[in-house]
């Protein structure tokens, strides 16, 4: 193995902590599939069941996520190293949350379930890496299930994009009708547009017809930490 | 080990599937911690480092979070066998998400966390278990984040209990006032008394002065269903 296959490996959160003879060992026993992809193409849909893992070890992703009735999709936009949905191989819903598409040429290789606990678990490490990461998605999605200072309007548009989100950070596209986006929030059409519009003003939305980008969602996260510090001041 | 203890262990999920060999073999090397507990002691403080696996395997057990506000607290009944947050071990937040009190004179046992991995990890069904059973916590969280069909404040006073459920079954008591409910429901006093009224005229809820006890959360989730299906019969 390679010095750059090492270091690109030992940027992957699952892998990070092993040793080179650790890492030379697992190649040498688990099969890894490269796979170099065209931009555009889809790398993993949503709804197939998701029997391996795939790593993103070179270029860009889009998830879309679709709603189950139709109304919205959800981007969001990824680049190296990425591994995809790593908590959809155990559990009880093993299907795939989301497409996977990639946004420019990429290079991905994938390992099979039946290689993952056999082999991958055999180091603590790896155990651990795995464990760290599914529960700390468990406790961050926990923590967003409870009320928060969701309650204005503006707190509940963004707490919407907030729960789609897989990271908070980066590039993020919603596309929906301004009818639906309102149903959805159990608001009026005119009162959803005009929060838009004002996130719009201070550059945290682009508004398009029936697609919002979020350019940033750091800046948005920053943006409602702001407001939650106003209110905790109000309180007091 | 006898086989009462035997079947006692196979009966938890983490270990499940294990042979009677691997158990006494676990046994021999694992320090199980065992204790008898007073019906009224607290075993655990929420907010606490999770640094240890709790098992309940007689008696039972109440959960009691509280919010961060200090609005109020959402307590769960548990009976035998019941492993105290096996996701708080693992993860960014390792604090107890909740406080937990015997309900009776009560059995348990617990496991430190250096054993869990180096010793347990050993063992593939154990780990096999343990990322089946905080992926599916991921996986039911990350499906309640979803905007549903909570459109209707009757809607929205279910989704509030199923977001703080750990279980969709048993008893379980919300501590608040009801203004401060209003508040985190965003609506007002008035009409989340009249739907919890009504949900009470149907013995899903029982109401009492600052306190809502739901007898059985299945019967609730059942009533949430068919009030789903009536949503989907008028769109379609």
Known sequence: MDITMYDTLLQLPLFQGLCKNDLTEIVGKVRLHFSKVKAGARIVAQGTPCNRLVFLIKGGLMSEMKDGQGLYSWNEYFGEPFVVEPYSLFGMHTDYAASYVATSDADTFSIDKNYILPELGKYPIFQLNYLNIISNRAQVF??????????????RVIHFFLCHSERLSGRKVLKIKMEDFAWLLNDTRLSVSKVLNELQGKHLLALRRKEIEIPDMASLMDYRESLQQGAELVQV
Request: net charge positive; hydrophobic share 30%.
């Open 142 to 155: 926990r923590h967003r299930l409870l009320p928060g200072n969701a309650h204005s309007l503006e707190q």
